[in-house]
């Protein structure tokens, strides 16, 4: 792991920066494409069995509430622990990355800014392609996996549930999806660029995952090419959607003549290591490669062969065209929408901070109550019980509702207000939220 100890004193010194209480306060910590690179994104990737060992290890340690994704383009985890070091020696342990490569690239958000974080990611406005909502579906999935583990509280469930508003609305109410704009779009786009004669160019597509699918679906909606073939490790995927498009599938021991024969190799295998090398490549001829796949999935000692081009999918992702360029417009509409549905979220988790204080408050009240109406009942003969308790509960829920409306004000200090009603009715310490 390296020199870890040095970063835990400098994460400890900065303990007053981050404001850390006894309690715990809910973080985002994780890395992108926006300061790290393809190869360091893949030393912190996580396939499903390394998330899996996370959230094991997660659990083992206390943690109670934490949800990892991995994308191409980003590993997050959302998470509460008293520190956020907490989490990052998770991630660390899970993967092939540092402490000291995650110091370099890394972010890290508490609290609110870690609220936010999630809502401009899960919307799309944090993605390498703007408007891209492919993200929404790998949240939703860890949440589900993190649901499974008993590592989703009641706060974490109502956010992934809030953010997904967010970006239904943002997906339906705005248009900043527009337009044929992704990844596998990107690909073709490239191939039209840069090859001739597209439609006689032999194209071999090894990986049929999810960016493979939306990939051959491209190539054989643009190209109208009918020398296209597939290869993946279990076959049967491979012909489901050759099936779908009338393509061809070969076996996976043919990898290696099927690459010799091609001219445009599109490798998304999403495999931890190389599946392609310059060993496999037995051609003199012009082969195009492009490596959609975090981590790489193309060694990088095929650009020895002078014959091959090599093109990673940060490349592709790099691609603007008017699409992107128009879907800007649409970035404060979605903005707005955020902020709405985020305004939400927040006047609920406000409310979540001062509901023990009103619960107790209530508890108090409701003493007082029974204490008097004990002593009236002595002391009338015909004193009516049923009466005297509606109208003990209708004042007792129009206090609570009074103070509860005045802990809403925006005008005053909650905390302030909260300690005040604790002092004056002497109530005993609520459990407290540090969000």
């Known amino acids: ?13 900065s303990m007053h920066k981050y404001n850390i209480s006894k309690g715990s306060s809910f973080y985002a910590i994780g890395l992108s494409y926006k300061k790290a690179d393809a190869d360091t994104r893949g030393r912190f990737s996580l396939d499903n069995d390394a998330k899996q060992a996370l959230l094991q290890q997660a659990k083992a340690n206390g943690i109670e509430s934490l949800i990892v994704t991995s ?3 980003r590993t997050e985890i959302y998470g509460f622990s008293q520190h956020p070091y907490q989490l990052i020696e998770l991630l660390c342990d899970s993967t092939n990355g540092t402490v000291e490569e995650f110091r370099e690239v890394a972010y890290i958000y508490k609290n609110k800014e870690a609220i936010a974080h999630m809502f401009r990611v899960g919307s799309g406005l944090d993605s390498q392609i703007l408007g891209d909502f492919e993200i929404i579906s790998q949240l939703k999935a860890s949440t589900k996996l993190s649901r499974k583990y008993g590592l989703l509280n009641h706060f974490s469930e109502r956010l992934v549930n809030a953010v997904i508003q967010a970006s239904k609305r943002i997906k339906t109410e705005t248009n900043i999806s527009s337009g044929a704009t992704s990844v596998s779009f990107a690909s073709v786009q490239y191939i039209f660029k840069n090859v001739q004669d597209i439609t006689n160019k032999n194209i071999l597509l090894f990986g049929t995952g ?8 491209n190539l054989v909606k643009h190209t109208k090419n009918e020398h296209i073939t597939l290869i993946n490790r279990t076959k049967d995927k491979a012909e489901k959607i050759a099936g779908k498009f009338n393509l061809l599938v070969k076996d996976y021991a043919n990898l290696q003549e099927e690459v010799s024969d091609s001219d445009i190799l599109i490798v998304a295998t999403g495999a931890q290591r190389p599946t392609i090398d310059k060993h496999i490549i037995q051609t003199k001829k012009p082969l195009l490669i492009l490596d959609l796949s975090i981590p790489k999935n193309v060694d990088e000692n095929v650009q020895e062969l002078d014959n091959v081009a090599l093109v990673h999918l940060d490349d592709l992702s790099k691609i603007t065209d008017e699409t992107l360029e128009s879907r800007k417009a649409h970035i404060p509409s979605a903005e707005a929408i955020i902020d709405e549905v985020k305004a939400e979220f927040n006047s609920w988790l406000e409310t979540r901070k001062f509901a023990p204080t009103i619960k107790a408050l209530k508890h108090k009240l409701t003493g007082f109550a029974s204490a008097e109406l004990e002593t009236q009942r002595k002391k009338l003969n015909d004193f009516n019980e049923e009466q005297a308790a509606l109208i003990s509960n209708k ?24 300690e005040l009603i604790k002092k004056v009715f002497q109530l005993e310490e609520p459990q407290k939220s540090n969000v």
Not at 210 to 217: L, S, V
Not at 396 to 417: E, G, P, R, V, Y
């Open 1 to 13: 792991m390296g020199n870890r100890s040095t970063f835990v004193s400098q994460f400890k010194d």
């Open 210 to 217: 999810k960016i493979g699918r939306n990939t051959c679906e």
């Open 71 to 73: 994308t191409c383009n």
């Open 395 to 418: 004042i007792i829920q129009k206090i609570t509702n009074h103070f509860a409306h005045h802990l809403k004000d925006d005008a005053i200090s909650t905390d302030d207000s909260l």
